[in-house]
Protein backbone atom coordinates (compact mmCIF):
# COMPACT_ATOMS: atom_id res chain seq x y z
CA UNK A 1 0.00 0.00 0.00
CA UNK A 2 1.15 3.56 -0.72
CA UNK A 3 2.84 5.48 2.09
CA UNK A 4 2.90 9.15 1.55
CA UNK A 5 4.61 11.12 4.64
CA UNK A 6 4.74 14.69 4.98
CA UNK A 7 7.04 17.15 6.92
CA UNK A 8 7.28 19.86 8.57
CA UNK A 9 3.79 18.82 11.12
CA UNK A 10 3.49 22.49 11.12
CA UNK A 11 5.23 25.41 9.50
CA UNK A 12 5.02 29.35 10.76
CA UNK A 13 6.34 32.04 8.19
CA UNK A 14 6.03 35.92 7.93
CA UNK A 15 4.29 37.40 5.55
CA UNK A 16 6.01 38.01 2.26
CA UNK A 17 8.29 34.85 3.06
CA UNK A 18 8.69 31.61 0.92
CA UNK A 19 7.18 28.45 2.26
CA UNK A 20 8.43 25.20 1.31
CA UNK A 21 6.85 21.86 2.66
CA UNK A 22 7.91 18.04 1.18
CA UNK A 23 6.30 14.76 0.58
CA UNK A 24 7.77 11.44 0.33
CA UNK A 25 6.13 8.33 -0.88
CA UNK A 26 6.82 4.95 -1.51
CA UNK A 27 5.94 3.34 -4.77
CA UNK A 28 8.02 4.58 -7.97
CA UNK A 29 5.36 3.92 -10.26
CA UNK A 30 2.81 6.26 -9.01
CA UNK A 31 1.60 8.26 -12.06
CA UNK A 32 0.05 11.79 -10.40
CA UNK A 33 0.77 14.21 -7.54
CA UNK A 34 -1.49 16.36 -6.14
CA UNK A 35 -1.08 19.30 -3.15
CA UNK A 36 -4.60 20.24 -1.68
CA UNK A 37 -5.44 23.14 0.53
CA UNK A 38 -7.99 22.78 3.45
CA UNK A 39 -9.01 25.54 5.44
CA UNK A 40 -10.81 25.17 8.32
CA UNK A 41 -14.19 23.78 8.69
CA UNK A 42 -13.54 22.96 4.80
CA UNK A 43 -13.04 19.99 2.17
CA UNK A 44 -10.02 20.20 0.64
CA UNK A 45 -9.28 21.77 -2.68
CA UNK A 46 -6.70 20.94 -5.07
CA UNK A 47 -3.85 23.20 -5.80
CA UNK A 48 -1.86 21.93 -8.51
CA UNK A 49 -0.46 18.33 -9.93
CA UNK A 50 2.85 16.93 -11.26
CA UNK A 51 3.02 14.04 -13.57
CA UNK A 52 6.38 14.04 -15.07
CA UNK A 53 9.91 14.50 -13.26
CA UNK A 54 11.21 18.07 -12.55
CA UNK A 55 9.18 21.25 -11.79
CA UNK A 56 5.67 23.05 -12.46
CA UNK A 57 5.21 26.75 -11.54
CA UNK A 58 1.74 28.00 -11.38
CA UNK A 59 1.49 31.82 -10.23
CA UNK A 60 3.15 32.09 -6.59
CA UNK A 61 3.52 28.23 -6.28
CA UNK A 62 6.05 25.80 -7.30
CA UNK A 63 6.16 22.10 -7.23
CA UNK A 64 9.50 19.77 -7.75
CA UNK A 65 9.24 15.86 -8.40
CA UNK A 66 11.93 14.00 -8.17
CA UNK A 67 10.65 10.10 -9.14
CA UNK A 68 14.41 8.48 -8.01
CA UNK A 69 13.98 10.05 -4.49
CA UNK A 70 10.35 8.98 -4.53
CA UNK A 71 9.88 13.05 -2.94
CA UNK A 72 7.84 16.30 -4.07
CA UNK A 73 8.14 19.52 -2.94
CA UNK A 74 5.48 22.64 -2.63
CA UNK A 75 7.10 25.98 -2.35
CA UNK A 76 5.01 29.19 -2.19
CA UNK A 77 6.56 32.95 -2.90
CA UNK A 78 5.71 35.53 -1.29
CA UNK A 79 3.36 33.52 1.24
CA UNK A 80 0.22 35.91 2.00
CA UNK A 81 -2.02 35.26 5.51
CA UNK A 82 -4.34 33.74 3.50
CA UNK A 83 -2.17 30.90 2.59
CA UNK A 84 -2.50 29.67 6.01
CA UNK A 85 -4.06 26.21 5.62
CA UNK A 86 -3.49 22.65 6.15
CA UNK A 87 -1.75 21.46 3.00
CA UNK A 88 -2.30 17.82 2.31
CA UNK A 89 0.07 16.10 -0.32
CA UNK A 90 -2.14 12.86 -2.22
CA UNK A 91 -0.30 10.04 -4.43
CA UNK A 92 -2.23 8.56 -7.36
CA UNK A 93 -2.21 6.24 -10.11
CA UNK A 94 0.36 3.13 -9.26
CA UNK A 95 -2.57 0.80 -7.82
CA UNK A 96 -6.21 0.81 -7.86
CA UNK A 97 -8.23 2.85 -10.96
CA UNK A 98 -7.81 6.28 -9.83
CA UNK A 99 -7.61 5.99 -5.68
CA UNK A 100 -5.56 8.95 -4.30
CA UNK A 101 -3.52 8.07 -1.01
CA UNK A 102 -3.12 11.04 1.41
CA UNK A 103 -0.55 12.38 3.98
CA UNK A 104 -0.98 13.65 7.52
CA UNK A 105 -1.07 17.42 6.20
CA UNK A 106 1.35 20.29 6.92
CA UNK A 107 -0.46 23.31 9.01
CA UNK A 108 0.80 26.45 7.64
CA UNK A 109 0.68 29.67 9.37
CA UNK A 110 1.72 32.94 7.55
CA UNK A 111 1.98 35.71 10.39
CA UNK A 112 1.12 39.33 9.12
CA UNK B 1 -20.18 24.73 -12.18
CA UNK B 2 -21.00 21.70 -10.24
CA UNK B 3 -21.45 21.09 -6.44
CA UNK B 4 -20.57 18.47 -4.09
CA UNK B 5 -23.31 18.56 -0.71
CA UNK B 6 -23.17 16.81 1.93
CA UNK B 7 -25.34 16.14 4.89
CA UNK B 8 -26.07 16.57 7.56
CA UNK B 9 -22.96 19.14 8.11
CA UNK B 10 -22.93 17.52 11.87
CA UNK B 11 -24.10 14.76 13.10
CA UNK B 12 -24.80 13.79 17.01
CA UNK B 13 -25.49 10.27 17.62
CA UNK B 14 -25.19 7.90 20.85
CA UNK B 15 -22.66 4.78 21.15
CA UNK B 16 -23.94 1.56 19.80
CA UNK B 17 -26.85 3.82 17.17
CA UNK B 18 -26.44 3.28 13.53
CA UNK B 19 -25.79 6.33 11.42
CA UNK B 20 -26.24 7.61 7.71
CA UNK B 21 -23.91 10.22 6.47
CA UNK B 22 -25.28 11.62 2.59
CA UNK B 23 -23.88 12.16 -0.16
CA UNK B 24 -25.23 14.34 -3.68
CA UNK B 25 -23.24 15.65 -6.90
CA UNK B 26 -24.10 17.19 -9.66
CA UNK B 27 -20.40 16.70 -11.75
CA UNK B 28 -22.07 13.29 -13.16
CA UNK B 29 -18.75 12.11 -12.17
CA UNK B 30 -18.39 8.37 -12.26
CA UNK B 31 -16.35 7.55 -9.02
CA UNK B 32 -17.58 8.62 -5.20
CA UNK B 33 -15.12 8.01 -2.28
CA UNK B 34 -15.52 8.47 1.42
CA UNK B 35 -13.01 9.53 3.66
CA UNK B 36 -12.35 9.87 7.41
CA UNK B 37 -10.09 12.63 8.07
CA UNK B 38 -8.78 12.12 11.89
CA UNK B 39 -6.64 14.44 13.35
CA UNK B 40 -3.04 14.31 12.59
CA UNK B 41 -3.78 11.11 10.80
CA UNK B 42 -4.30 11.91 7.26
CA UNK B 43 -7.30 10.72 5.13
CA UNK B 44 -8.20 7.22 5.38
CA UNK B 45 -10.51 5.35 2.68
CA UNK B 46 -13.57 3.99 4.13
CA UNK B 47 -15.27 3.29 0.96
CA UNK B 48 -15.76 3.89 -3.25
CA UNK B 49 -17.92 3.18 -5.87
CA UNK B 50 -16.64 3.58 -9.40
CA UNK B 51 -20.21 3.38 -10.90
CA UNK B 52 -23.67 2.99 -10.28
CA UNK B 53 -24.20 0.14 -7.77
CA UNK B 54 -20.52 -0.67 -7.21
CA UNK B 55 -18.59 -0.93 -3.61
CA UNK B 56 -15.04 -1.06 -3.34
CA UNK B 57 -13.90 -1.22 0.59
CA UNK B 58 -11.36 1.08 1.28
CA UNK B 59 -8.13 0.66 3.88
CA UNK B 60 -10.95 1.52 6.75
CA UNK B 61 -14.35 -0.26 5.92
CA UNK B 62 -14.71 -2.66 9.10
CA UNK B 63 -17.75 -1.12 10.79
CA UNK B 64 -18.81 0.83 7.99
CA UNK B 65 -21.80 0.03 5.38
CA UNK B 66 -22.47 2.37 1.53
CA UNK B 67 -24.59 2.20 -0.82
CA UNK B 68 -24.30 3.64 -4.25
CA UNK B 69 -28.00 3.78 -5.65
CA UNK B 70 -27.74 6.60 -8.05
CA UNK B 71 -24.60 7.91 -9.74
CA UNK B 72 -24.94 11.09 -8.23
CA UNK B 73 -25.43 10.03 -4.62
CA UNK B 74 -23.07 7.93 -1.99
CA UNK B 75 -24.20 7.16 1.39
CA UNK B 76 -21.96 5.69 4.03
CA UNK B 77 -23.38 4.34 7.68
CA UNK B 78 -21.70 3.99 10.61
CA UNK B 79 -23.01 0.33 11.97
CA UNK B 80 -22.80 1.09 15.36
CA UNK B 81 -21.49 4.38 16.74
CA UNK B 82 -18.35 4.14 19.07
CA UNK B 83 -16.82 6.95 21.02
CA UNK B 84 -13.55 7.26 19.14
CA UNK B 85 -15.13 7.41 16.12
CA UNK B 86 -15.22 11.36 16.58
CA UNK B 87 -14.08 12.59 13.18
CA UNK B 88 -15.04 14.20 10.01
CA UNK B 89 -16.27 12.61 7.18
CA UNK B 90 -15.42 13.64 3.84
CA UNK B 91 -17.16 12.75 0.33
CA UNK B 92 -15.69 13.43 -2.32
CA UNK B 93 -15.88 12.35 -6.40
CA UNK B 94 -13.64 11.92 -9.69
CA UNK B 95 -14.25 12.08 -13.53
CA UNK B 96 -11.61 9.88 -14.63
CA UNK B 97 -8.40 8.25 -13.33
CA UNK B 98 -5.67 10.79 -12.21
CA UNK B 99 -7.80 13.70 -12.14
CA UNK B 100 -8.71 15.83 -9.14
CA UNK B 101 -10.99 14.84 -6.57
CA UNK B 102 -13.38 17.32 -5.56
CA UNK B 103 -14.27 16.86 -1.77
CA UNK B 104 -17.42 18.23 0.33
CA UNK B 105 -17.41 20.16 3.31
CA UNK B 106 -17.90 17.24 5.35
CA UNK B 107 -19.85 15.73 8.24
CA UNK B 108 -18.40 16.23 11.81
CA UNK B 109 -19.71 13.33 13.74
CA UNK B 110 -19.72 13.18 17.53
CA UNK B 111 -20.73 10.30 19.54
CA UNK B 112 -22.01 10.69 23.18
Known amino acids: QEKVQQSPESLIVPEGAMSSLNCTFS?????SIWWYQQHPGKGPEALI?????GNKKEGRLTVYLNRASLHVSLHIRDSQPSDSAVYLC????????????FGAGTQLIVIP | GGIITQTPKFLIGQEGQKLTLKCQQN?????MYWYRQDSGKGLRLIYY???????QKGDLSEGYDASREKKSSFSLTVTSAQKNEMAVFLC???????????FGSGTRLLVI
Open chain 2, 27 to 31: FNHDT
Open chain 2, 49 to 55: SITENDL
Open chain 1, 90 to 101: AVGGGSALGRLH
Open chain 2, 92 to 102: ASSGTANSDYT
Open chain 1, 27 to 31: NSASQ
Open chain 1, 49 to 53: SIFSN
